[in-house]
């Protein structure tokens, strides 16, 4: 594929961090993006003029609470008058509890974490079945190396990316027939706005002392990933998790903070 | 605006190229208008058919040269050629494996694994080196094609599987030593592929066997040698140390329970 004219990508949670760079990737290769935002998270203005300095077409941005039935329906009629097919689809949204011990887990944050970042990729995708007659051709959901590597109070999103890979995997299976991949994106420390949120400043100043800068992945490194997973050159990958970390995660261990002690000045 | 670049000052040298997956590899770089150096070992290349295949792709004709991928005489030898064409490697593909058949631990040689592991893993690090020396730098990208063997089980494919799974902890290892450089390195699983090297270890009833009852497990080696040229395009720049599956999802679900599933499904279809 050589560029993205005439291709409709939908960007659920699309107006910040990583799917906010996802869409300005896609947006320079010539592709429509619509993106989706919730809570009023988003300023239009500065969206849109990210996009325009980036040199990307113009988005459509839709406020939507993938949790809420009507605003999903609202959301599929809105493309239909958009677009014939949406040919791309990535979910970046999550909400994220801060959970890490065994009495901070809670049926509460279970329940909230899951109906808002889970079953609504998956009603997304059949919502978009349901009104063009075909799954997207490229799916794409975000997750995080936190799914099986400890990160601070982070056990009910890794427990909701976890379920969100397995479903992954059985989604590919059930539509190994169609014209349909999905693959998911697992990124290590990216900083945006929700790490922050999520992690603080403190973690983020720790991450910096004991990690060497270029090991950092930036949201348009991600981004440049998943545009490359929806290019035409992976379709033979379906059900894969796919880290995105520079290599950092392998190398995450106190041996080799215990080699690199004296150039990282600990 | 293109998401490609401009490839037509890129060289990738395929080691194993001129056969199954290496060879799919190098027709995909040649498509996109790369420079290809293909290696092989035995010299039964049909070079003409070689050159109809390179042709079809409106790509240039690679270079085919014959070198072991064990003997650093023939590394060198294969560099210097090279060089005399190109100033530099932008990608260097390990594709070329050869292991013992076995299907019982008797059988098990250490002179037959350690040879095996000159031939199959061993490249991934010697051939970097060399070029280094050569070219003053390592390749852009270094990619490893391994197979789903070192998880699951393949016939017959046990010495394999093991130099699979060194090739990958190496390949791990050699992104991390590499960190500092502009060098990523990873490694391209592949899952039943039509090749010679499947009928080799798998024998030749196995294409039928599989051709009936679940057809959807074959993968085709355009597809992974699209893959590896996917990793080389700079969009993946930040995937290192990586073990990607290519495979169509079916690694996850070939097994008992997918025929089973299958069945329950006929069956009802039927009623």
């Keep these: 594929m050589r560029d993205l004219r005439d291709k409709t990508v939908l960007i659920a949670g699309g107006t910040k961090g990583i799917g906010l760079a996802t869409g300005l990737r896609f947006g320079r290769a010539g592709a429509a993006c619509v993106l989706t935002y919730h809570w009023g998270s988003a300023d239009e203005t500065t969206v849109r003029a990210a996009f325009e300095r980036a040199g990307a077409v113009d988005p459509i941005l839709i406020n939507a609470d993938m949790s809420r039935q009507e605003d999903t329906e609202d959301l599929m009629r809105q493309l239909r008058e958009q677009c014939e097919v949406v040919d791309t689809f990535v979910s970046n949204v999550a909400v994220a509890p801060r959970v890490g011990r065994l009495e901070d887990i809670n049926s509460r944050d279970f329940h909230r974490t899951f109906d808002y970042s889970v079953i609504p990729v998956i009603e997304y995708l059949q919502a978009i079945r349901r009104t063009f007659g075909r799954p997207p051709k490229y799916m794409i959901a975000l997750s995080s190396t936190g799914i099986d590597h400890f990160t601070p109070n982070y056990a009910m999103v890794a427990a909701s990316k976890a379920a969100l890979e397995a479903l992954c995997r059985y989604v590919s299976y059930d539509l190994r027939d169609e014209d349909f991949r999905f693959n998911v994106v697992r990124t290590l420390g990216v900083i945006t706005d929700s790490f922050r949120d999520m992690f603080g400043a403190e973690f983020e100043e720790a991450v910096r002392r004991h990690i060497p800068e270029e090991w950092l992945v930036q949201a348009s490194e991600v981004a440049d990933v998943i545009l490359a997973l929806c290019s035409g050159y992976f379709d033979a990958l379906k059900g894969q998790a796919i880290t995105v970390d520079k290599g950092a995660l392998f190398a995450d261990t106190v041996m080799r903070l215990y080699e690199e002690q004296s150039d990282l000045g600990l | ?271």
């Design chain 2, 1 to 271: 605006m293109s998401i490609l670049n401009d490839m037509s000052a890129f060289v990738a040298l395929i080691a194993g190229g001129t056969k199954g997956i290496g060879l799919a590899t190098a027709l995909e770089f040649a498509r996109h208008g790369a420079h290809c150096v293909i290696t092989h070992k035995w010299d039964s290349t049909d070079k003409d058919e070689l050159r109809r295949q390179f042709d079809a792709t409106g790509g240039m004709q690679p270079l085919i040269v014959q070198a072991d991928v064990k003997n650093d005489e023939d590394t060198d030898a294969l560099l210097d050629q090279i060089k005399a064409y190109h100033n530099k490697v932008d990608a260097f593909v390990s594709a070329a494996a050869f292991a013992q058949i076995v299907d019982k631990v008797e059988n098990y040689s250490r002179r037959d694994f350690l040879n095996s592991i000159e031939y199959t893993t061993w490249p991934l690090v010697e051939y970097p080196r060399r070029i280094r020396k050569v070219f003053g730098k390592y390749p852009r990208y270094v990619i490893g094609i391994s197979s789903s063997g070192p998880n699951q089980y393949c016939s017959n494919y046990d010495m394999v599987a093991g130099c699979k799974a060194a090739l990958e902890a190496i390949g791990r290892y050699m992104a991390y030593r590499l960190i500092q450089e502009p060098v990523n390195v990873n490694v391209v699983r592949a899952r039943y592929v039509r090749t010679e090297s499947l009928r080799a270890t798998a024998g030749d009833g196995f294409e039928p066997y599989v051709d009936a009852r679940a057809p959807d497990l074959f993968i085709d080696k355009g597809d992974v040698g699209s893959a590896v040229f996917g990793l080389c395009t700079g969009l993946m720049d930040a995937v290192n140390g990586q073990i990607i599956m290519v495979d169509q999802g079916t690694e996850f679900y070939d097994g008992v329970s997918m025929l089973f599933d299958r069945n329950a499904h006929r069956s009802s279809a039927r009623r």
